[in-house]
Each structure stands twice: as structure tokens, then as C-alpha cells.
């Protein structure tokens, strides 16, 4: 992130913690407690508990699914700001704004450009996509970079934007998804980003969790995510959904996050085996 783009998040966080302040004096919790919005109703930290016993007492399949996305919102809604504002460590509650309210599209170069390059051709001959671009051409797609460089943030932002589509939420929607990207002088264009796929139902892995619970020593296979993502449907209280995903996920396709294999380690050849459940996953 350069210089200006880094002056210009931190003048837009300083403005909506201004903006959560007044918030907060007629509304407790400010944007935490009340700017996010599925399907009419309010996402908020004073709502977990309530969500929990909600899904573990619920049975009908459609209930499930919408205990399921308001959680997916929930969780990949806010962006934290101890990495960006040194004073929010010191806070005693962790500091937290939307991720809708900063979120800038991702650039990237594919691997064609960087071939283009190695024979000599100038990077400015070929158009930068943004990553929803690149997922939009294409069925499998694996992002690359540094850390910090912006992956988790995307791949957050695109469930987010699903599950906020399938819930009607007016903040997060796939037109908040495809807002045109900005031009050189930072006015946005009016192009938007391209999606021809409709709204997906989003299913978040992290990988670095998968690998620490639930990845075996020997096996390394699809069954194994699949028991994973079961898993987690149980840490949110709500395991009887796990085979109406399965069901949709199978009949009607959905969008498969899996995010952070360079946060796995490599002893024990973790990644190797990961890739390896991956690839039998895409199968599946």
C-alpha cells in the first residue's frame, strides 16, 4: 500500500469512528452493534448467543440456511484495526469497523502477464484485472501474494457480498461486489466489475485450521474437508445443516473459499497434503 492510499484509509477510518461515536450515544455498539444489516435484521456481538440457541433448536432446512448466512456476514463483515491504527491495540474492546465501508478491489496479474513479461513485452500492453474479474473467467482460480498483500480481505469480501445478496441486505449485495474500480486519479469509473454467476453460496475454509484440526497424517483426502467443514457447522451450533449444504453445494454449486495456505507450515508436508485434498475435493 502506498504512502497516499495508506493517508487515505486512515482519514476514512478516523471519519467513521467519528461517525460510530455519534452512533453509539443513541444506539449501544455503534456500527459494531447496529450498521450490519441480513435480511432485516441486526448481525451484532449482542446477537451471537441468540443465533446460537436459534440454530441449535432449528430443524427446517431454509431457517438453517438463513442461521448460516447471517453468520457467514457476521464473521466476515468487519475488518480489524489493530494492524492498521497502532492506537486500537491500546482499546480495550478490539476495534472493529464494516469491511464494505474500506474495502478497495484487488489488482492482479495473471500468470500469462508474467510470461507475457519474461519475452520481453511491456506490462502497460496488458490490462490489470481485478481478482472478481479473474474468478468471474474463471472456474478454479488460486490467488497469490505477499503477506499482507490483500487475499483474506477478498476472499472475505466476496462471502460476505453472497451472503448478503442471498439475504437481501442493502449493504452488502453483489452491486456492492462489482462498484467499478477506481481510475489512475482515484474517481471511480463506470464500468463495473464483471459477475455473470449470480449469487453463490459461500463456504469459508481456513486452511491453517483445517491443517492444525482436522487434516490427518496419512489419509489426505476430500472425505476430510468435508468432515472439517462439519465440524465448524458444529462450533456454530448448527451441525444438522451440514448435509443441506452438502446437498445444495452438489445440486446447485456454490463458491469454496479456502484461504491462507501460506499461513500452513510446511513440516510434516502439510501443504502437500492439503493440495492434495484439494485437488480430490474439486472432484467431489
Not at 475454509?205 to 489426505?220: C, M, N, Q
Request: net charge negative; charged share 30%.
Amino acid at each position: 500500500m502506498s504512502d497516499d492510499e495508506l493517508a487515505r484509509l486512515k482519514a476514512r477510518i478516523e471519519l467513521l469512528e467519528k461517525q460510530n461515536a455519534e452512533l453509539a450515544k443513541g444506539q449501544p455498539g455503534g456500527i459494531y452493534g447496529d450498521a450490519i444489516t441480513a435480511g432485516g435484521d441486526v448481525v451484532s456481538g449482542v446477537k451471537v448467543e441468540h443465533h446460537h440457541e436459534a440454530a441449535r433448536n432449528e430443524t427446517d432446512p431454509d431457517k438453517l440456511r438463513t442461521l448460516y448466512l447471517e453468520r457467514v456476514v457476521r464473521d466476515t463483515g468487519l475488518l480489524s484495526l489493530q494492524g492498521i491504527d497502532p492506537k486500537a491495540a491500546s482499546c480495550e474492546a478490539e476495534a472493529c469497523m464494516n469491511l464494505d465501508a474500506v474495502y478497495t478491489a484487488l489488482l492482479t496479474q495473471s500468470s500469462e502477464a508474467e510470461a507475457f513479461e519474461e519475452r520481453g513485452g511491456r506490462m502497460e500492453e496488458r490490462e490489470r484485472l481485478s481478482a472478481l474479474e479473474m474468478l468471474d473467467r474463471h472456474k478454479r482460480l488460486a490467488l497469490l501474494g505477499d503477506p499482507g498483500s490483500g487475499k483474506t480481505t477478498f476472499v472475505n469480501f466476496a462471502a460476505y457480498c453472497m451472503a448478503g445478496e442471498m439475504l437481501q441486505s442493502k449493504a452488502a449485495n453483489i452491486e456492492r461486489l462489482t462498484s467499478p474500480l477506481p481510475d489512475d486519479e482515484g474517481k471511480d469509473s463506470e464500468k463495473r466489475q464483471p459477475w455473470r454467476h449470480g449469487a453463490l453460496l459461500p463456504v469459508r475454509v481456513i486452511l491453517r485450521d483445517f491443517a492444525a484440526r482436522g487434516l490427518s497424517k496419512e489419509g489426505a483426502n476430500a472425505a476430510e474437508l468435508w468432515r472439517f467443514i462439519a465440524s465448524e457447522l458444529k462450533g456454530m451450533a448448527m451441525p444438522q445443516y451440514a448435509p443441506h449444504l452438502g446437498r445444495e453445494l452438489k445440486e446447485k454449486g456454490g463458491l469454496i473459499l479456502l484461504d491462507g495456505l501460506d499461513e500452513v507450515p510446511e513440516a510434516g508436508n502439510r501443504r502437500v497434503r492439503l493440495k492434495r485434498v484439494v485437488a480430490e475435493f474439486q472432484k467431489t
